[in-house]
């Protein structure tokens, strides 16, 4: 009988120290939250890709642009204007925010306007390099993109104005 009496008693003890400890393990608190929400950056074009005024001696060739608005012809072009430029565009987001360009892969169409025929555009490259930032205390960059025209004999890109768009997709990281 008294070997069932500690037993009983052992287990009341063991239970009650479980309903203690229970009771002092449960409690609760209020958790915060916050987020902020920014409007997203902007991109406006601050200049054209120009490859200017370009004078077609008869075989074609081609015009290169570089993002620093340096321009290189190959083949029967002479640039006759010196009027050429780098596409200029003006990215506003958030201080210190990497950037990221992504540029068209593929050869695009310049259209001459009272015709037509076509002329191309491809090899597409920027001045944004792979840690590139954005500055000036209020998160601007101006980036500049290049590309190479190229130009076919007199038969398939005839005298003309041509003109046509491109896609640059920019990222605020």
């Keep these: 009988m008294y070997m069932k009496q500690t037993t009983m008693k ?8 479980l309903i203690t400890v229970s009771a002092l393990a449960q409690g609760s608190i209020t958790g915060q939250m916050r987020t902020e929400i920014l409007a997203p950056a902007t991109v406006s074009e601050k200049e054209i890709l120009n490859f200017g005024v370009i004078i077609n001696e008869s075989g074609g060739g081609m015009v290169r642009i570089s993002p620093r608005s340096e321009c290189v012809t190959t083949g029967e072009l002479v640039q006759s204007d010196g009027i050429y430029s780098a596409g200029k ?10 950037i990221s360009v992504v540029l068209p892969q593929n050869s695009l169409s310049l259209k001459r ?9 491809d090899s597409f490259t920027s001045t944004v390099t792979e840690n590139d930032k954005t500055s000036g205390g209020r998160g601007q960059a101006e980036i500049s993109i290049g590309g190479t025209l190229h130009i076919g004999n007199w038969s398939e890109s005839p005298a003309g104005v041509y003109t046509g768009t491109y896609e640059v997709v920019f990222l605020n990281n």
């Design 10 to 17: 052992t287990a009341m003890s063991v239970l009650s120290l």
């Design 89 to 98: 565009f003006v990215l506003k987001g958030f201080e210190g925010n990497l």
């Design 113 to 121: 306007d009272t015709g037509g025929e076509k002329v191309t555009v």
